[in-house]
């Protein structure tokens, strides 16, 4: 069955420490990966997606992602967070040429100052 | 500005009485699409739209109808609410023809049921 893991349910950190939240996947085929993320209160943004080329990819505010196909997985990274990092931060994969979206559990990040 | 929008924003009802969760995108998407999120579940898809008068079931559709009438709305209706549909409600869309295209999400629906 096709699903998303995210294995890192609540993370706290302190400001400047280094963040990576895991993600992995289970689909067969070709897949659209994507990283959103919902501060206290709003809706789902777009942090980065990754549709093929350069495994490495850059988002917005220093985030970054990596694509392993190997490993199926995608982790979201950023070298050193800060305190409005605080946020939910969800996972998701789409099969290539399909429009359905499995999102993971999610992680809950607080940061502290 | 391109946007997908939602109203109410909130919402608490009672068990068993009707309502109806609209949901409009200026962006002349053919794709929309329901979520629920709940703790610890992410979330989940309720119903999707892949244009005009095509509708079908997601992951968790029980409880739950929509309707496509015309391109931009896609409102989500809840005949007999019940406790259990107590849920933050996500709206999404995004234009088909190419795999591409990512998903605009709306400022979600916090409902109630008691």
């Known amino acids: 069955a096709q699903s998303v893991s995210q294995h890192n349910h609540h993370v706290i950190l302190s400001e400047a420490a280094s963040l990576e939240l895991g993600c992995n996947y289970s689909?067969?085929?070709?897949?659209?990966l994507f990283w959103y993320v919902q501060y206290p209160g709003q809706h789902l943004q777009l942090l980065l997606k990754?549709?093929?080329?350069?495994?490495l990819v850059k988002g917005i505010k220093g985030f970054e992602a990596e694509f392993i196909k190997s490993k199926f997985s995608f982790n979201l990274r950023k070298p050193s967070v800060q305190w409005s990092d605080t946020a939910e931060y969800f996972c998701a994969v789409r099969g290539f040429n399909t429009d359905k979206l499995i999102f993971g559990t999610g992680t809950r990040l607080q940061v502290f100052p | 500005e391109a946007q997908v929008t939602q109203n109410p924003r909130y919402l608490i009802t009672v068990t068993g009485k009707k309502l109806t969760v609209t949901c409009s995108q200026n962006?002349?998407?053919?794709?929309m699409s329901w979520y629920r999120q709940d703790p610890g579940l992410g979330l989940r898809q309720i119903y999707y739209s892949m244009n005009v008068e095509v509708t079908d079931k997601g992951d968790v559709p029980e409880g739950y109808k929509v309707s496509r009438k015309e391109k931009r709305n896609f409102p989500l209706i809840l005949e007999s609410p019940s406790p259990n549909q107590t849920s933050l409600y996500f709206c999404?869309?995004?234009?088909?023809?190419?795999?591409?295209?990512?998903?605009?999400f709306g400022p979600g629906t916090r409902l109630t049921v008691l």
């Open positions: 999404a869309s995004r234009p088909t023809g190419s795999s591409y295209n990512e998903q605009f």
């Open positions: 962006m002349n998407h053919e794709y």
């Open positions: 990754y549709f093929s080329g350069d495994p």
């Open positions: 689909y067969g085929g070709t897949v659209n």
